[in-house]
């Protein structure tokens, strides 16, 4: 992404004159979380929330307003790959890989609202980092839908080599 497209994003993002974090910055680089709007509320050890606010793009149902339910699973997606990640360290350097999602849809969205979803990483293994999080509006206690996840860590962040592994390889090998 240029520079200056970024820094309109920053600035349409928030408003309110905070300086971005590494985090913020990263989440802000994934297309489909800008697409909707997604604002980093909080990252600490306790966990993350991140906000989509209400938007007529959004809206699955025109005749009730109701955002799309693609909206609620790409913002628990995106919050729990967040609270995996160590707060205060680099974003760019620890990169995840989402293994699973499982998602419990328990009710529409109020239309014209805001949606938060909240997520806390409550197991971490050398490779393999477990999550719960919910979406809610009024309340955590109040959720839309609720999810468990898993997110590989560790993944590689470039291509692999294309040489062949060292040893014989098929055309190497003789037939008695």
Known sequence: ????????????????????????DHMLAIPHARAIGMTLVRHD????????????HLVGDPDTGVI???????LLDNTCGIAVRPPGGDAEGYAIATLDLRIDYMGS???????????????????????????????PDEPIATCVAAFMLGTRSEPRPTEPPPGPGPADRTVP
């Open 45 to 56: 050890a306790e966990g993350s929330v991140v906000r989509v606010p209400y938007a007529e």
């Open 109 to 139: 969205a109020e239309p014209h609202r805001d949606i938060f979803a909240e997520a806390v990483c409550y197991k971490r293994t050398r490779n393999i980092a477990f999550v719960r999080a919910s979406a809610y509006q009024h309340s």
């Open 1 to 24: 992404m240029r520079t200056r497209d970024r820094s309109a994003v920053r600035r349409a993002a928030h408003s309110n004159g905070r300086r971005m974090t590494t985090l913020e």
């Open 68 to 74: 799309h339910g693609g909206v609620l699973t790409a």
